[in-house]
């Protein structure tokens, strides 16, 4: 079997999304009767995100339509339908895998074995919805966690974005707070999308630095547009520090 692609860059939920799955087979006549599984039984169909291939968790519930008329001239073809209705089950700027398991059997046979949950052919289509509404995206990386062996802390936020506004602009309307531990309060009153604090730093705190302990920092990323807050999200990390340090070697010559 094979599929139709078509281009899914669409709006979700603006129209229903259709394609096609055909039946290609050989019809040469020794090919044609040495084939068992004649007819079409049923399809699978499962949605999978193609950056971590986890489930959507809400599956969408889709129409198939088989055509089961089965000819030279006319193979069979099976409609799939994502109605518009069901899409917002599904994310927006992401690209998804359609996973489809194609059934087969033979009815010649069909009172003596049930072929129809055998698979055939497993089948990948990849769709693609854009987000053409304006939103607040929020980021937050952190460079090393646990840090260790003198690496500094560096906390991110600068990939964060407003969705379908010019990258520029957009960045010229974010603004970032820090709530850090008392501790690190120096380091967090800039209203700057990175933190850095170096190892050299934390290890100069002495015994008010406690490690092996979780430090909470969160920063708050407002969205502003027309000299107001549009929309805000916060994002939080739990940083750990180890006292570990790579150990200074010294070779010493003994003279004799």
């Known amino acids: 079997m094979a599929y139709h692609e078509i281009d899914y860059n669409d709006v979700l939920g603006a129209k229903d999304q259709t394609f096609y799955v055909v039946e290609k087979r050989s019809y040469d006549a020794i090919c044609y009767e040495q084939n068992f599984y ?8 499962e949605f999978i995100l193609t950056d971590d291939n986890q489930y959507v968790a809400n599956q969408p519930n889709v129409i198939i339509e088989p055509d089961n008329k089965y000819s030279e001239d006319d193979p069979t073809r099976i409609k799939i339908v994502i109605p518009a209705g069901e899409q917002y089950k599904l994310p927006v700027d992401r690209e998804i895998f359609v996973v489809m398991t194609a059934h087969w059997t033979n009815k010649d046979y069909e009172n003596v074995i049930d072929s129809s949950k055998l698979t055939f052919q497993n089948l ?3 769709i693609h919805f854009k987000d053409t509404s304006s939103g607040l995206k929020s980021y937050l990386n952190v460079f090393q966690n646990p840090i260790q062996g003198a690496m500094p802390l560096i906390l991110n936020a600068s990939d964060s974005f407003v969705s379908n ?10 603004t970032f707070n820090w709530t850090c531990p008392d501790l690190f309060a120096n380091y967090c009153q800039e209203a700057s999308p990175i933190i850095n604090i170096p190892w050299l730093d934390v290890y100069a705190m002495g015994k008010n630095m406690t490690f092996e302990k979780n430090y909470k920092f969160t920063v708050k990323i407002d969205w502003n ?8 999200q916060t994002l939080s990390k739990e940083i750990l520090w180890r006292n570990v340090y790579m150990p200074e070697y010294y070779v010493h010559m003994q003279t004799v």
């Open 124 to 126: 990948v289509n990849k």
């Open 165 to 174: 506004v010019a990258f520029y602009e957009a960045q010229r309307n974010l």
């Open 225 to 232: 547009a027309e000299g107001k807050v549009v929309e805000t």
């Open 38 to 45: 004649k007819q079409y039984a049923s399809l699978d169909l």
